[in-house]
């Protein structure tokens, strides 16, 4: 099996979670997605801050154009606005997509 044939496979599996994903301004295209929703802890001075975070693994064949900010993934029965830079893996077959309720 080659490394997309592998992808493909996981997101297709139990991990992937069935989700839409629209362009800003664009038509809506169903995806598998694998959501990340767990906290993220980072520091300020002298204080530990501990924040929720929602990521979402998408295949990067899935999508037309890379995801960019003002995109929207509506997943779970909620919808998510993409922000910041989403960022490929080194074998460029999946974004990482940092997401907040929209």
Known sequence: MTFAADTTAIFAGPLGADA??????GAPVAVRVIPRQADAETGWQEMRIVLPTTIFLVPVAALAAAPVTGDTIAYGGSTYAVQG???RD???????VEARPA
């Open 85 to 87: 830079a989403p960022v």
């Open 20 to 25: 839409t994903y629209t362009p800003a301004g």
């Open 90 to 96: 080194e074998r460029r077959l999946r974004w990482t």
